[in-house]
């Protein structure tokens, strides 16, 4: 194998790696820490997937009308370590979710705090 070869295959392994990292995105770019908004549905999914947690939920508003929205929380290390479970939300269950909007207006939100029944959960380490 050539040299250059061997170069451009350790490139491309780097850059396919890296692929995840470059999909990130920062808070400021998606999200508006001035519109912080609270929605109460039931739970269709949860992903634990990295790098954050998804949680879907479909949430009915003044009209009647029910669309499903995604609530980023924190990564599934992050919220393990502050003792959630894969089981902490199941589908089927009611919850409050509060954190910020999304700057395009979709249904899309940064959850802080996740609320089933008597239960807060924290998305957040210093949160309580």
Same mark, same amino acid.
């Given at each position: ?58 949430? %009915? #508003?003044? *009209?009647?009308? +029910? ?5 980023? =929380? ?28 999304? %700057? #395009?207006? *979709?249904?899309? +939100? ?5 609320? =089933? ?12």
């Amino acid at each position: 194998m050539s040299i250059h070869r061997g170069f451009a295959i350790a490139a491309a392994g780097l850059l396919l790696a890296a692929m995840p990292v470059l999909a990130h995105h920062s808070f400021q770019a998606e999200y508006d820490e001035n519109k912080l908004v609270s929605v109460n549905g039931k739970v269709t999914k949860v992903a634990w997937t990295n790098p954050h947690v998804i949680l879907y939920m479909d949430v %009915r #508003d003044d *009209s009647g009308k +029910v669309a499903n929205w995604q609530m980023e =929380l924190a990564s599934p290390n992050g919220l393990m370590r502050q003792g959630w479970k894969l089981d902490s939300l199941k589908p089927g269950d009611q919850v409050t979710v509060s954190g910020y909007a999304a %700057r #395009d207006g *979709s249904h899309l +939100v940064n959850a802080r705090r996740v609320v =089933l029944g008597a239960k807060a959960y924290s998305t957040i380490k210093d949160d309580k």
